[in-house]
């Protein structure tokens, strides 16, 4: 079993920053990548942000220059500092962990449970 646990969601002011992190746990043989999805009220989720386990990262454009990816992989984490927040930016933001839990095991896809980022005007 593999679980991904969020941290750092909060209410923030336009302009401020916050910090996730992710951190997977359980059956894990190795991570092939790990991103940031997000979810507005009536919107569908899209991805924010992915870095693969060689360290290269996408973002979604509306990001570009303010939020950054990284990964500790000594400790199965993942962290997004995001800064010069919008309101717009306010969602529940998702882990995604792109996991290999066994040698002989096809990668799975895993997710965290959300974390609320709220940015106020």
């Known amino acids: 079993q593999v679980q991904l646990v969020e941290s750092g969601g909060g209410l923030v002011q336009s302009g401020g920053s916050l910090r996730l992190s992710c951190v997977a746990s359980?059956?894990?043989?190795?991570?092939?990548?790990m991103g940031w999805y997000r979810q507005a009220p009536g919107k569908q989720r899209e991805l924010v942000a992915v870095?693969?386990?060689?360290?290269?990262?996408d973002y979604t454009d509306s990001v570009k220059g303010r939020f950054a990816i990284s990964r500790d992989n000594t400790k199965n984490a993942v962290y997004l500092q995001m800064n010069s927040l919008k309101p717009e930016d306010t969602a529940v933001y998702y882990c995604?962990?792109?996991?290999?839990?066994?040698?002989?095991?096809?990668?799975?896809?895993?997710w965290g449970q959300g974390t609320q980022v709220y940015v106020s005007s």
């Open positions: 870095i693969r386990s060689g360290g290269s990262t």
């Open positions: 995604n962990g792109v996991i290999i839990r066994t040698p002989l095991s096809y990668a799975g896809n895993y």
């Open positions: 359980g059956s894990i043989f190795s991570i092939s990548a």
